[in-house]
């Protein structure tokens, strides 16, 4: 157990779908972030939530809606995704800003899209 | 802008052999730096990290690193690998606020017996 959980661990769905990634983090940090990876790409920071409250989005499709309700718990809505978005979405949490603490992540769901 | 590069995708070597994985990083001030492990099927675990001070900096799973300014490195090293070691290695360097991670796209490490 990583403090750090993510739910569903696996997911497939259709393209005119709507769901919802789920992450808990019980480690008391104040930051949460999304990171997308896929096969033969590095890592890509989605979005990034200080305190409850969006502070980065890089340049994520808006068929991706993120969602920060307290400092525990992160969700990344997803409708109408494409094949490409299959992937492994990681949630990572940490405690400062800085730098300094390195990220907790949790185990991710692989997300496939058919 | 902020870049990490891992130059070897793939690295095989035996077990109770030594190991260093490279890492170059690209950042203009004095860089946070991380190493991440991550098992199949997995998310990625903290190894070591370097902010300041002393140049090698230990970690766990009996891995080390060795912050290098003049060279922009960080590679990771191990005296010994044990089977267990297979997985797949990422740096990363913290860039800017927000404590954002900037990640190298790893490398994938085979351990034969």
């Known amino acids: 157990e990583t403090g750090v959980t993510q739910t569903p661990r696996h997911l497939v769905m259709g393209m005119t779908n709507k769901k919802s990634l789920k992450c808990e983090q019980h480690?008391?940090?104040?930051?949460m972030y999304w990171y997308k990876q896929s096969a033969k790409k590095p890592l890509e920071l989605m979005f990034v939530?200080?305190?409850?409250?969006?502070?980065e989005n890089n340049s994520v499709p808006s068929r991706f809606s993120p969602e920060c309700p307290n400092s525990s718990h992160l969700f990344l809505h997803l409708h109408t995704l494409q094949p490409e978005d299959s992937a492994l979405y990681l949630c990572a949490s940490s405690q400062d800003h800085g730098g300094e603490g390195g990220y907790t992540f949790g185990s991710g769901t692989r997300l496939t899209v058919v | 802008a902020q870049s990490v590069t891992q130059p070897d995708i793939h690295i095989t070597v035996s077990e109770g052999a030594s190991l260093e994985l490279r890492c170059n990083y690209s950042y203009g001030a004095t860089p946070y730096l991380f190493w991440y492990v991550q098992s199949p099927g997995q998310g990625l675990q903290l190894l070591l990290k370097?902010?300041?001070?002393?140049?090698l900096v230990q970690g766990i799973k009996g891995f080390e690193a060795e912050f290098k300014r003049s060279q922009s490195s960080f590679n990771l090293r191990k005296p010994s690998v044990h089977w267990s070691d297979a997985a797949e290695y990422f740096c990363a360097v913290a860039s800017g606020g927000y404590n954002k991670l900037i990640f190298g796209a790893g490398t994938r490490l085979a351990v034969h017996p």
């Open positions: 480690l008391g940090h104040n930051a």
């Open positions: 939530y200080s305190l409850e409250e969006r502070v």
């Open positions: 370097y902010f300041s001070g002393d140049t």
